[in-house]
């Protein structure tokens, strides 16, 4: 019971940590998702229509060009005349100030009734004109308005606006009205401009209302686009009308995009589009890449590859960057198809251009493109080991991105003149970089724990230090580790198994025995240290070049998976050689087989069962009194035989027929590396 309750609570643990991979997948890319629905065609007039066919997705009219709008509005705009309120109460309360200063003062200045009599007329002549203010005469004179509606109490008077008076044209009215009969010297000392002040005050609500009046009765459109229909296609000059209508189009996607309606649908649209792809993936990975839904740091990998290349689209269309076509989107399979395999690096590659051409104006163009780039990436890089292969590859998506490109521009242009060169040149710098593939593999090893084949093959170089190490300190266990890699990459290419990983792995298997070479047989020159020692002694020395062997590769760095060979090519088996002398020697005795007994596991991979049986069959041919076409058969029949039956491969998905094959290969193998060379007779005398 207890055992059923830790199950179901692992599968619930493990569901859960699927569903945050979800959630976090799915949010992360709607929050980089542009938001707003742009209207991001770039198009000029008496020029080509460079995209594909645009149709209309709604009704909208065709509005008149700013021009001609410009043009009408001041033409409606001379019969405007905003409206004034007229306070004539300011005009009598500056007549009374000006009686009253009179009599106490100007009097003693212009002693003269008839020069009083003719102030007060002008002064009531003037406010009953009316006087503007300094700004509002500016703004009259600025917008060219040249009438005004002047409001007295429940009445409204026309009037031009050359009929009122600033507060300076009122005071030189004032003055200079009537120089031959009165002094202006006399007038000027009498600080008439005391008396004159603002006596009109705009009326904003009624002006507005008589401007939007006018303004209503002009057409802003001069037709209409019903959805569906036909707007330009690739290749098409765009002329006045066609201009009109893409201007107009334009401000009726603004329109709607600002709506809150049109925000919510277009948030809600895109978490939908993006969680229905990515369970999709999610789905096709339990279906079919079990191992790769179960294990953490492929699934990381997956899902970080997938959020990063639509999160650099999202980013480069928001902010109106260079064209997307320099991201290097085949990138993603050739990433996944190195690490991982092809068909989920397809997968990967069509999910996250699915999720990109979201926010892009040629959705399908983009989607065919990237297709075909990502399909030649998988095709060109299937097994990445040397750097001259991302040159390669680089060159053959470049030119399949050129090469369809212009077939999708030739299906639409009607003269060589109409092809576009700019994107050429962005599928050029796509392919430069491209080569940054091997950097960024280095930094993905490190970041999920990944070995690519690169890494295989310098780590196979036998120049490097480990390696060179183990031929000066252990020159038998060096070439027996030669002999093996040989022997391992062949049987591997047979049964289509990983080559270049059980090579490597052969190549280190044994590095352990660095540290007490003397006591393995390979590595003896006529003096064996075992015959001082008991049996247990001597197994225990020759099961400690498995933990020596990890300490090794933990110094080195070396990767899992190499540990992996390391701690498999003996299982959880026995050193039967010191465990039968044992029990030979103690018939009565009952032994204790853990103290003869490796830490295993037993291997779990393919490659690692080719490894333990090239092991014990190359080890074990040294021991052959003769070398023929049968004692080698048998050798390798008797050997695997009882590895089969003593269940070292139970846990490892390798088939009989495999195994069938593999012996083949070693049989043919054996026989030629002792194959006895012809004696060449002696020239009698």
């Given at each position: 019971m207890k055992s059923f309750q830790s199950e179901g609570e692992f599968q619930y643990k493990d569901f859960f940590y699927r569903c945050i991979i979800f959630l976090v997948t799915v949010a992360t890319i709607v929050y980089f998702m542009p938001k707003e629905?742009?209207?991001?065609?770039?198009?000029?007039?008496?020029?080509?229509?460079?995209?594909?066919?645009?149709?209309?997705?709604?009704?909208?009219?065709?509005?008149?060009?700013?021009?001609?709008?410009?043009a009408e509005q001041d033409s409606v705009m001379a019969f405007y005349a905003p409206y004034f309120y007229i306070n004539n109460e300011i005009g009598e309360k500056m007549l009374l100030n000006f009686k009253k200063d009179y009599t106490d003062s100007l009097v003693r200045i212009i002693p003269y009734p008839h020069y009083r009599v003719h102030l007060e007329r002008m002064?009531?002549?003037?406010?009953d004109k009316g006087i503007l203010s300094p700004n509002d005469m500016s703004q009259l004179s600025l917008n060219k308005i040249n009438k005004l509606q002047i409001v007295d109490q429940n009445t409204s008077k026309e009037k031009a606006l050359d009929e009122t008076y600033s507060i300076k044209q009122a005071y030189e009215q004032l003055v200079n009205a009537d120089t031959i009969n009165y002094n202006k010297l006399l007038l000027q000392r009498c600080n008439l401009d005391n008396y004159i002040t603002p006596n009109l005050s705009y009326d904003a609500e009624k002006s507005e209302t008589a401007k939007q009046d006018l303004l209503s009765g002009i057409s802003w459109a001069t037709g209409y686009v019903m959805s569906g229909q036909k707007i330009i296609d690739r290749g098409e000059i765009i002329d006045q009308h066609t201009f009109n209508i893409l201007n107009s189009l334009r401000k009726e996607w603004d329109k709607r995009a600002e709506t809150n309606t049109g925000k919510r649908l277009t948030l809600f649209g895109q978490i939908l589009f993006a969680s229905i792809l990515i369970l999709m993936f999610m789905i096709y990975l339990k279906l079919f890449r079990e191992d790769y839904y179960h294990t953490r740091g492929k699934l990381y990998l997956l899902f970080g590859i997938i959020i990063m290349f639509p999160i650099l689209t999202f980013v480069m269309v928001e902010h109106a960057f260079l064209s997307v076509y320099i991201i290097p989107f085949a990138m993603i399979p050739m990433l996944i198809r190195i690490f991982l395999d092809s068909r989920t690096a397809f997968m990967a590659h069509v999910i996250s251009i699915l999720i990109c051409s979201i926010p892009l104006r040629t959705p399908h163009e983009f989607i065919l493109l990237q297709l075909a780039a990502g399909m030649a990436g998988i095709y060109s890089l299937r097994e990445l080991s040397q750097r001259s292969q991302l040159l390669r590859s680089s060159l053959i998506i470049t030119g399949v991105y050129a090469g369809l490109y212009l077939a999708l521009d030739l299906i639409h242009v009607n003269s060589i003149a109409q092809l576009s060169t700019q994107t050429y040149i962005s599928f050029v710098i796509n392919g430069v970089l491209l080569l940054?593939?091997?950097p960024l593999l280095f930094i993905l090893e490190k970041t999920f724990g990944f070995t690519s084949n690169v890494t295989l093959v310098e780590l196979s170089n036998i120049n490097n230090k480990l390696m060179r190490e183990m031929s000066e300190v252990a020159p038998g266990t060096f070439q027996h580790s030669l002999q093996l890699a040989n022997l391992t990459a062949a049987a591997a290419n047979r049964i289509e198994a990983d080559s270049q990983l059980v090579r490597t792995g052969a190549m280190y298997h044994d590095i352990g025995k660095m540290l007490n070479p003397a006591f393995f047989t390979e590595n003896q020159s006529g003096v064996n240290p075992h015959d001082q020692l008991d049996y247990k002694q001597s197994a225990q020395i020759v099961i400690n070049h498995i933990t020596d062997g990890m300490k090794l590769a933990d110094k080195y760095n070396l990767p899992q998976v190499i540990k992996d060979f390391i701690r498999t090519h003996h299982g959880a088996g026995v050193t039967k050689f010191f465990?039968?002398?044992?029990?030979n020697e103690h018939p009565d005795e009952e032994v204790d087989i853990s103290a003869?007994?490796?830490?295993?596991p037993n291997p779990f991979t393919k490659e690692q069962a080719i490894l333990m049986m090239a092991d014990s069959v190359e080890a074990a041919s040294r021991s052959l009194p003769e070398y023929t076409?049968?004692?080698?058969?048998?050798?390798?029949?008797?050997i695997i035989d009882s590895q089969v039956q003593d269940g070292f491969f139970k846990e490892c998905p390798i088939t009989f027929k495999d195994i069938s094959l593999v012996k083949g290969v070693f049989k043919?193998?054996?026989?030629?590396?002792?194959?006895?060379?012809?004696?060449?007779?002696?020239?009698?005398k």
């Open positions: 629905r742009s209207f991001s065609y770039q198009y000029e007039m008496n020029k080509p229509w460079k995209y594909g066919l645009l149709q209309a997705s709604f009704d909208f009219p065709i509005y008149k060009g700013d021009e001609q709008v410009q002064l009531k002549d003037i406010y940054f593939t091997y465990y039968i002398s044992y029990k003869f007994q490796y830490p295993g076409e049968e004692s080698i058969s048998n050798l390798v029949e008797k043919e193998k054996l026989k030629t590396m002792y194959h006895t060379r012809i004696s060449y007779p002696e020239l009698k």
